[in-house]
């Protein structure tokens, strides 16, 4: 099986890197404040060695989290694509596992563009492809506005023509 021919924006791997950086941030830091408070109130129920050692937690955290968070937008854009041809949309999407998503174009019954605040900010949308099963859909994230305004606008458009024909 080909990948889908057309990569997301490069814009994407910025966005995904300021949302792992964010999560980095937000469990390196509880984990700071975790063992603060363990070691300001000396937990009975915990074995002295963990204890006496928990200024360990927010390292070993940071050891694992911070390289995910680095890495994961690049190798995340490496493997999204996306295509789409007069009757079906593929698309490719994920990073530790693989998601492969065929959706017939005739089935498609709502096509919606969004963007969160990040998006806007980078001129980034989604287009989220929906069938009647939950199944059937797919979500292709990381767009340049334009492109996602287009091949939303298409697919409506080309779906409609298919349900014209159908009927």
Known sequence: MRAPANP??????????LEQVFWAVVLVGGSFFLARWIDADRWSWLPA??????WWLPIAVAVLVVPAAIVEPFWRY?????????DV??????WISREWA???????????KTQGTL???????TVEIRTASHAGSSTIKG?????????????????????????
């Open 119 to 125: 998006e806007r900010t980078l001129g980034l949308a």
């Open 49 to 54: 060695w963990t204890v006496d050692g928990i």
């Open 8 to 17: 997301v924006s490069r814009k994407a791997v910025t966005l995904w890197l």
């Open 143 to 167: 767009l340049d506005y334009e492109v996602a305004a287009a091949l939303a606008e298409e697919l409506a458009r080309r779906a409609e023509e298919l349900r014209d024909d159908a009927t």
């Open 102 to 112: 065929f959706v017939p174009v005739s089935r498609i019954q709502t096509v919606d």
């Open 78 to 86: 490496a493997v999204h694509r996306w295509e789409f041809s007069g």
């Open 89 to 94: 949309v593929y698309a490719r999407s994920g």
